[in-house]
């Protein structure tokens, strides 16, 4: 809010202020024209009153006429209620008559117009007689050139003294004039540019209220450009920057999901593979961790059967020395198969590393997990694989340990079928062996 009312003050003076120059300097410009026309006028009228006084007065000086004079004096101070006073001189500067109080001294006697406006106005008219042309047919041309070119000879002065509290009062009411029409067009200046200033902050914060909810995350806001005003293309260019964020963003997020299940698949192909066997395809050393681990806590809590094979290739190694690492991976893939197509599915077959497999029984006790792997001795022994046209036929040897429940360890458990099947290949291999002594079978 703080912020819109900067914006409103800086419109205010941006749009007042070059007016308010502008209504100033008219006014000032029209006062003074006016000031000066004023003068102007009320020179002239002094002017012409000395000039129309002159001009009565010529025959009066002539004839010496004194009481005419003052007469002709005192008849123009009645005439105009600005004349201060009237004096009529002669051509020697004496006095001739005299009307009101005048302060003007004795003009200069040089024939010419003096006007002063000091304190008061004083017009010193000059009076020359009225040169008068004679209808005479026969004074011919040398009489007319004579009098063209005949001096005008000085009768005297009129000099008017008018006060200027008229000017002054015109003066003062141009000056007040003036401040009332600037005061006016300032107020109305003012008002004009707090109504601009106040419609375009209420539309600039129309505006800002939609960049606040999409900087909230709202993308659907839009700005009314139909309420908008003078802003509108700038309203036209906010709502399409915010579907082009929308835009942006839905991309984006399709991106980012597309991203998130790529890794998520990669995830799991990974956790997969970690408990997948690469080349059988059995469950792996990790795998078989885990689900052995859950099946103990199981058999613990409801006092369930729960055993395990512990099988090993015999003479891997010279297979794998003999016909290359190939057919060993065959012989290993081979095996694998055999033992899936005699268990179950709720076993699971592991494969611990090298030629070394592992099978989790639940709910099977030892006699029939002894059982079960007589069956996969006799499946792989009775099988073969074909290499270069020949049947290759390998062996495995089997230990089988039984969970017991006192034995909360899983490695205790594997070492004590590791025994066995230690056992079952030191008493000749091919056959199936029971730890803790147990009997043990053979082909």
């Given at each position: 809010m703080l912020k819109l009312q900067g914006i409103r003050a800086r419109l205010w003076f941006a749009t007042a202020l070059p007016a308010m120059l502008v209504i100033a300097l008219l006014v000032i410009g029209f006062a003074t024209q006016y000031g000066d026309r004023v003068v102007s006028v009320l020179k002239d009228r002094g002017v012409a009153s000395a000039r129309q006084l002159s001009s009565a007065a010529e025959f009066m000086l002539f004839a010496g006429d004194r009481e005419g004079l003052v007469r002709l004096a005192q008849a123009a101070m009645h005439s105009d209620a600005q004349l201060q006073g009237v004096i009529i001189y002669d051509a020697q500067g004496r006095t001739r008559a005299r009307a009101g109080q005048l302060t003007a001294q004795v003009p200069?006697?040089?024939?010419?117009?003096?006007?002063?406006?000091?304190?008061?106005?004083?017009v010193a008219q000059p009076i020359y007689p009225t040169s008068v042309g004679l209808d005479d047919p026969y004074a011919g041309e040398a009489a007319s050139e004579s009098q063209a070119g005949a001096v005008p000879h000085l009768l005297g002065y009129v000099v008017l003294e008018m006060s200027l509290q008229t000017l002054d009062q015109q003066r003062r009411e141009l000056l007040v004039w003036?401040?009332?029409?600037?005061?006016?067009?300032?107020?109305?200046?003012?008002?004009?540019?707090?109504?601009?200033?106040?419609?375009?902050?209420?539309?600039?914060?129309?505006?800002?209220?939609?960049?606040?909810?999409?900087?909230?995350?709202?993308?659907?806001?839009?700005?009314?450009?139909?309420?908008?005003?003078?802003?509108?293309?700038?309203?036209?260019?906010?709502?399409?920057?915010?579907?082009?964020?929308?835009?942006?963003?839905?991309?984006?997020?399709?991106?980012?999901?597309?991203?998130?299940?790529?890794?998520?698949?990669?995830?799991?192909?990974?956790?997969?593979?970690?408990?997948?066997?690469a080349l059988t395809g059995v469950a792996s050393r990790r795998a078989f961790t885990e689900a052995a681990e859950a099946e103990m806590q199981r058999a613990i809590r409801y006092r369930t059967e729960l055993s395990m094979l512990m099988m090993d290739l015999d003479h891997f190694k010279v297979i794998n020395d003999t016909h290359g690492h190939v057919t060993g991976d065959?012989?290993?893939?081979?095996?694998?198969?055999?033992?899936?197509?005699?268990?179950?599915?709720?076993?699971?077959?592991?494969?611990?590393?090298?030629?070394?497999?592992?099978?989790?029984?639940?709910?099977?006790?030892?006699?029939?997990?002894?059982?079960?792997?007589?069956?996969?001795?006799?499946?792989?022994?009775?099988?073969?694989?074909?290499?270069?046209?020949?049947p290759l036929r390998f062996s495995v040897s089997i230990g089988?340990?039984?969970?017991?429940?006192?034995?909360?360890?899983?490695?205790?458990?594997?070492?004590?079928?590791?025994?066995?099947?230690?056992?079952?290949?030191?008493?000749?291999?091919?056959?199936?062996?029971?730890?803790?002594?147990?009997?043990?079978?053979?082909?």
């Open positions: 200069q006697m040089d024939g010419e117009l003096h006007v002063q406006l000091l304190q008061h106005m004083v003036s401040l009332l029409t600037a005061a006016g067009g300032l107020v109305l200046t003012g008002v004009l540019a707090s109504l601009l200033a106040a419609v375009v902050t209420t539309q600039i914060a129309r505006i800002n209220r939609v960049v606040e909810m999409v900087g909230h995350g709202n993308l659907s806001a839009r700005v009314d450009e139909g309420r908008i005003g003078v802003l509108r293309p700038l309203a036209v260019g906010i709502n399409a920057m915010i579907g082009q964020i929308a835009v942006t963003q839905e991309n984006l997020q399709h991106q980012i999901r597309q991203a998130t299940q790529e890794l998520r698949d990669q995830k799991e192909a990974a956790e997969q593979a970690a408990r997948t066997d065959a012989v290993l893939v081979s095996f694998a198969q055999t033992v899936l197509q005699q268990i179950r599915k709720v076993d699971l077959l592991a494969r611990l590393g090298g030629e070394e497999f592992v099978v989790l029984l639940p709910n099977i006790n030892a006699e029939h997990a002894l059982a079960l792997a007589e069956r996969i001795r006799q499946a792989v022994s009775s099988g073969h694989l074909q290499v270069d046209g020949y089988v340990a039984q969970f017991d429940h006192n034995e909360l360890s899983l490695n205790s458990w594997l070492a004590r079928a590791d025994v066995a099947l230690y056992r079952a290949k030191s008493l000749g291999r091919d056959r199936v062996v029971l730890d803790a002594g147990e009997s043990s079978s053979s082909a």
